[in-house]
């Protein structure tokens, strides 16, 4: 059975830094890709970046160049680190293994 935890979300001040976990409980050979989406506050889940199996990254044209998608070498664990985090990131981000599985969310709010 797949479970995604994550973890990490805080209240963070702009320009601030955060790194967001999610615990994966999968077999690693049903692995094909992580990511990571997020939902603002009466808004749609959207993407935020995707790893795949082979280590190839992609982001969302908003977050390009200030977060970073990774992963353990066990696939045990992904993680989004957020640099230079803006008021327009505040959203509840959710972990996603193959398009198909999600966790429950961790709140991330940036504000001053």
């Known amino acids: 059975q797949v479970q995604l935890v994550e973890s990490g979300g805080a209240l963070v001040q702009p320009g601030g830094s955060l790194r967001l976990s999610c615990t994966v409980s999968a077999s690693i050979f049903d692995i094909y890709t992580m990511g990571w989406y997020r939902q603002a506050p009466g808004e749609q889940r959207e993407w935020v970046s995707t790893?795949?199996?082979?280590?190839?990254?992609d982001y969302s044209s908003s977050v390009k160049g200030r977060f970073t998608i990774f992963r353990d070498n066990a696939w045990n664990a992904i993680y989004l680190q957020m640099n230079s985090l803006k008021p327009d990131d505040t959203a509840v981000y959710y972990c996603?293994?193959?398009?198909?599985?999600w966790g429950k969310g961790t709140l991330v709010t940036v504000s001053s």
């Open positions: 996603n293994m193959n398009a198909n599985y």
């Open positions: 790893i795949t199996r082979g280590g190839h990254t």
